[in-house]
């Protein structure tokens, strides 16, 4: 049976003339990313600002969202968030905090019930408080930071300093444009988001190392090489392997953002964003960066017999 081949295994493209200006766009795209989130900011969830969360099931047919939101606008909860997930039975409540303390929010509930009745059966009843948020968004960031430095110090034993610093880079770029990326389409932000984004930071990771793999077996067998006509060589190998991870990754995650509800929506999102700009940024960004960091091949060895003849 023959193999499926999107990619020829002998192509011949010149990524590395694209660096001048695949650089200078990461790089303005990533400030970019950062000047939304300072000034626009992220729309947390509940998970992070503290709130009240109910699942419920309509047990007479198909849920009627507006009239289930006249019904709770109805009771001043202030932002009310009502919608469909999975089945066209199953609905999303989320309120606000409300200021009063885990009391107030209990009696969110017990007003919800109350305005519902025995229309729904509750499923999931959750109540996040402020104490609870500050914690998840500090554990959150937490989480994000150590897996970088994590990843730093094994790239670090793994292969030469170059690369750490190329893949680290190469995963804060990524991190940073999907944060970005929350902050313009003002996407829910919640603890599957923090999920999705180490997520990404995994895969982008070892897209990165896959190249990098190469790079430093071409770097030792091709040793008068010009690092640009290297790293592009290395590249090309490693294209059709990028090329399928990529796709079949991307199947799966659009078919569960299609068919997955509501739920899962704005992480799947994230992940799909998180696979395109991962592959982007293992040729685009931690493969030139080895270039301007001074790369040579032949590795530590060729650097060294380079100082000592200067």
């Known amino acids: ?3 499926l081949r999107l990619v020829p295994d002998d192509t011949h493209i010149r990524f590395m003339w694209l660096r001048r200006f695949t650089m200078p766009l990461s790089a303005a795209m990533s400030v970019l990313s950062i000047v939304l989130f300072l ?4 729309n947390f969830g509940i998970d992070f600002r503290g709130g009240s969360l109910i699942e419920v099931q309509t047990r007479n047919g198909p849920a009627d969202i507006a009239q289930m939101r006249a019904t709770l606008s109805g009771l001043g909860l202030g932002d009310l968030q009502i919608q469909e997930f999975g089945g066209p039975n199953d609905v999303l409540i989320r309120v606000v905090e409300q200021p009063g303390g885990e009391l107030a929010q209990q009696a969110v509930i017990t007003k919800v019930r109350e305005a519902l009745g025995d229309s729904v059966e509750y499923r999931r009843v959750e ?13 959150g960031t937490i989480a994000v930071i150590v897996a970088i430095i994590a990843i730093l110090i094994y790239i ?11 893949a680290v880079v ?18 829910d932000f919640n603890l599957s988001s923090i999920a999705a984004i180490l997520t990404i930071v ?7 190392v896959v190249v990098y793999d190469r790079i430093r077996e071409n770097a030792r067998r091709f040793k008068r090489m010009a690092v640009p006509e290297l790293i592009d060589l ?3 190998q490693t294209l059709s392997r990028t090329v399928m991870t990529s ?16 739920v899962i929506r704005s992480f799947v999102f994230a992940m799909i964003w998180g696979v395109l700009v991962g592959t982007y940024s293992s040729i685009y960004v931690a493969a030139p960066i080895l270039h301007y960091l001074g790369l040579r091949p032949g590795g530590d060895a060729a650097a060294a017999a380079a100082q000592g003849s200067s």
């Open 156 to 166: 670090w034993f793994r292969f030469e300093w170059q690369y750490a610093v190329g």
């Open 234 to 236: 290395s590249i090309n």
């Open 247 to 262: 796709l079949t990754t991307l199947l799966a995650l659009v078919a569960l953002y299609v068919f997955g509800g509501e």
């Open 170 to 187: 190469a995963t804060i770029h990524d991190v940073v444009l999907t944060i970005g990326l929350f902050a313009v389409l003002q996407l």
């Open 1 to 3: 049976m023959r193999l």
């Open 39 to 42: 000034v626009v900011g992220l």
């Open 202 to 208: 995994g895969y982008s990771l070892n897209d990165t």
């Open 127 to 139: 109540i996040v408080g402020p104490t609870v948020s500050a914690e998840l968004a500090r554990t």
